[in-house]
């Protein structure tokens, strides 16, 4: 007995010393919610300037909660992640410190801004119609509204409702039309008795083999399908070219209100919005760059140009409990 | 002392939860009793009734399928029967909707096959979430109730025969009713899994309370509300403990520690083929099928991407945290256990079932009540040492292994706790008289007698702290240090961007990894007999 | 000198109910054997807790060897009283062997003291070849002898036996007696046991205390219980005692049955009960005789007659068993009493 709480405390005591930072060395502290794509940006900011990234993956809203309970004394100096609506709510929880910095803003679109500068977009996802070319012709699409049509009636795949990316769609459609409007637009989806499924990928599956004929989902997702498998028998459609445009949502980051790195923190912003680091993104996530001078890549390329909603995305965070209050009412799982 | 500090300790993460409803969420309680809420109660509860059918009937039936009678593989099937714990419930739910699914192997063939027409019924259902969660949490039930089967069932079994029942009948008769505190104690483990679990039924799209949590807190941005209706959980966990104990009334189900063997009934023909083929649908269902998804993903990806970064690195850390957190919630459980029997009250039962039911709550809302009193104690750390040292102290226990291993003590303790009870339980009282009466105290007796008798229970403990350890997401990726990464932490980084080809290797690593205290322990008991 | 004193220990387990022991006293010197003896649900198992120490007592004190080792609101815990138990289904421990069992209470001795003291009480007990069987692999004897072994290595102040043989086969239990009572003599060991079983009592005890209801009835020489019980529970308990009423007289007490000289003095008239057991009847068959022959339980060494007198009160009767009356016999009534046991009058 003795002998094992011996070794207890000697591995406890082994996991409890954290390496501490080398001393001395520039570094600067992420914490994450994104986590796929950005490696090799950091690998390149760290070339460029010295300075040592350090990263702590987790999940937003799991995230948030960690850097609100380590307070002043956190070693978080970049909150980066996926969504609109989580750097909004970060931003309304007083996670973020404004930044200005004139690179971030000839980088990127004011509408991938936050208006008050706590937050910046760095890459770009549409979510936008995918369909089946074998059953369904290009001119039967126009917009999101429209599958709400009873022509869609068996033939529609959405993802669920408690999908955060859905989420913030119909937060834009609440600043956009107002309530009532993307209640119906909510309401004549589920007329159609769409089939729910909780992934886009599982979505464009679901549309390849016949399931459905039509589905919503982000860009990124048919397009690494499509590299891997340029078969897939899934095509895009850009949603409300004619009307609003197609809805955009961004990754972002922002710097902590008690970073201990700002100026480090600030650099790292400004780098990844830079041309290299957009590139990058673009290549390995297959999203579209935040900084419209960067290059999509080839198999994005291919699907052309398209009309973005210019709203700003904060709204998705500014409406996203009313969207999910609206989704439940209207019957949305 | 020890065991009521330890109780209060752990209880305090819940104490947290139920805190929340210091704070009104009234206008969220509304929109979901106008929009849903009798719809989520409702699923919760089917969900936790059908997955505790599910495992009883699994469970014990194949249990008693392995002590009772003798068939071609049975030896095999004996431990090859606990893999499937190993499988976290998200992967064996993903691999099956990969192969199930309207667009995977299985239906397209039919379709090809049948027609446009053929296919299965839908796997995104309630029923389809029962199963997937029976499949994997079933060997909880066996464990237990095939230990309970082997020490009572051969005299049980003897007497009701004398009295004229088949082997059958007295399986339901005596068998059933005597592992009763076994059985119920698998179930519960099950039960709270089930509502615990966000993984699975957000992958299947089937929405419960603990859907809901995820749904207020992230959709709604109101972790409040989430934590409240968290908090229903805890309170319908604690409602079925609660009721399975009333109904027990005044029954005991410690007898004559008379140990004979149960007579294995050999089986040929046709019985025998059932018995096999029961045998071996269940283990390929839950654990064949889903790990040759698994290879068959990994070998999609190319040498390269193969080669992950880092992996022994993750190997490693991922061994010494489940074997830390094996050896410390063992032990709690062990001096909660003890304490219990020293002095048996209701009080006490109260509280150590109390302070167990964590297990029951999302891995995620534990894990935010962790980081608040953590957070707390660091705060007042900070404030001592800036006031004794005149130093100023960062955050020495957030984000430190130390919040970690509470955070798991907290959230499995009930595992470590119902095992080594259960084990207790079965040593006859007279002998911590015995020992007593020899002048050895009872902290020495615990030592001397208990631990070497409970040895197959303890391993027991160990072996499920570990592997659910190691299946562990959501408390780990948040109260984590710099640095330190797990195998579940590299799988949720890669599904998390629907990435499964790149999350197979670490998936399979993680039932690798569970597997070897499996083994191990299935190798110890084998040695003894 | 005494070993263990119980001083008016009472405890109760629920409120409202009797106390399962009830103000008992008893002492207990150096070297003697006491027998507690009394029908299940008497209290003398938990009279024997409450001296081991896993009951405490609601009233009373326990003291042993001079030091009080429990009274209400202090006790010392059953490890430190130096009290060993042999237990009714001996608890072994199944993990270990004979050896380990033995060894287990001896942990303050170093390993070669300790080791030796293992051989010599398994040679005590006569299992030196044992030593290395686990308790599954020994017969009921066996482990009872181990039990006993295990229960005297480490010198008790006092042994408490809990129905020490109730588990062993009737052909065994007497040898066993025998041996447990000679190994309990040559170590001058100081016991308490518990038994239900007159014979047991009898054959071993120096002293015998009976309980009812909680109650020490008495506590005397085994020969003084038989012949000289001081409650008609006592008497009845302990041999199949029959009840004569009776009117005391100036020649003695007169019943029924005939007149018997009285040994104490009770004021006449008084009405009283007699004491009768079988051994003080005997009987020859008679075809005038006014006793009939109602019954016959063939024992062995003798035969108990149940007999029907006129007025229709039965008495017993034993006999050698070469004796032969069958049921139906007439049979002349003969009673002569060494002590003659009177009891006033039961209501």
Known sequence: MPVVVACLLAVLAGLVARPAPASGAEEVVIYSSRHYGHEAAFEAFTRATGIEIRLLNGEAGQIFERLKAEGSKTPADVLLTVDAGNLWNAARAGLLAPVRSAELERNIPAHLRDPEHRWVGLTLRARTIVYNPKRVAPAELSTYEALGDPKWKGRLCLRTSSNIYNQSMLAAFIRRHGEPRTEAIVRGWMANRPTLINGDTKIIEAIGAGQCDVGIVNSYYLARMLKKDPATPVALFWANQQTTGTHVNVSGAGVTAHAKNRANAIRLLEFLSGLDAQQMFADTSLEFPANPRAEPSAVVKAWGPFKQDELNVAAAGEFQAAATRLADRAGYK | MAAAAIAATVALPLVVVLASWRHPAGDVWLHLWRTQLVELVANTLLLAGGVGVGTLVLGAGLAWLVVAYEFPGRRLFEWALILPLAMPAYVIGFAFLALFDYAGPVQSTFRRLLGPGAGLPELRSGAGVVAMMTLVFYPYVYVLARVAFREHGGPALEVARSLGHSPARAFAAVILPLARPSLAAGVALAMMEALADFGTVSTFGYRTLTEAVYRVWTGMFDRVAATQIASVLLAVALGLLVLERALRGRRRFTGAERRTAVPRVALHGAPAAAAVAACAVVLALAFVLPVTELVVWALELGPEERASRGFAGLVGSTFLLAGASAVLVGILALVLAYARRLRPSRTSALAAQFSSMGYALPGAVIAVGVLAPVAWLDGVLATAAEWLLGERLGLVLTGSAAAVLFAYAVRFLAVGYQTTEAALARIPPSLDEAARSLGVTMRTALRRVHVPLMRGGILSALTLIWVETIKELPATLLLRPFGIKTLAIEVWERTSESLWAEAALPALAIVAVGLVPLLLVTRLEGGRR | ?347
């Open chain 3, 1 to 347: 000198m005494t070993v263990l004193e119980v001083a008016g220990v009472t405890r109760r387990y629920r409120r409202n109910q009797p106390p399962a022991v009830d103000a008992v006293s008893l002492s207990v010197a150096r070297g003697e054997i006491l027998a507690l003896l009394g029908p299940s649900g008497s209290g003398k198992s938990t009279l024997l807790r409450l001296i081991a120490g896993f009951e405490l007592p609601d009233a009373g004190s326990v003291a042993i060897n001079g030091r009080v080792v429990a009274e209400p609101g202090f006790a010392v815990p059953p490890e430190r009283r130096g009290v060993g138990i042999v237990f009714q289904d001996y608890a072994l421990f199944p993990h270990l062997t004979v050896e380990g069992n033995v060894a287990f209470g001896l942990h303050a001795l170093d390993r070669r003291r300790r080791r030796e003291r293992v051989r010599s009480f398994l040679e005590l007990v006569g299992l030196p070849a044992l030593a290395r069987r686990y308790p599954h692999e020994l017969s009921g004897g066996q482990q009872q002898l181990v039990a006993l072994a295990r229960a005297l290595a480490p010198a008790p102040a006092v042994l408490l036996l809990d129905e020490p043989f109730s588990n062993l086969d009737a052909d065994l239990r007497g040898q066993m007696r025998e041996d447990v009572e000679k190994i309990l003599r040559e170590t001058e060991t100081t016991v308490i046991f518990v038994t239900h079983g007159q014979d047991e009592a009898f054959g071993i005890a120096d002293r015998v205390g009976v309980l009812a209801h909680g109650r020490l009835e008495q506590l005397d020489t085994p020969e003084t219980i038989y012949h000289r019980p001081a409650t008609p529970f006592v008497a009845e308990f302990v041999g199949d005692a029959r009840f004569v009423p009776g009117v005391v007289r100036a020649g003695g007490v007169v019943t029924d049955v005939g007149t018997f000289a009285l040994d104490g003095d009770a004021p006449a008239g008084a009405e009283v009960d007699v004491m009768i057991r079988p051994d003080d009847v005997t009987f020859v068959p008679a075809a005038d005789g006014a006793a009939v022959v109602v019954h016959r339980d063939f024992r062995g060494t003798e035969t108990l007659y149940c007999l029907s007198l006129p007025g229709g009160r039965r008495l017993y009767a034993s006999q050698p068993s070469w004796a032969t009356a069958v049921v139906g016999d007439r049979v002349r009534v003969e009673i002569r009493l060494e002590h003659v046991v009177t009891f006033p009058r039961r209501p």
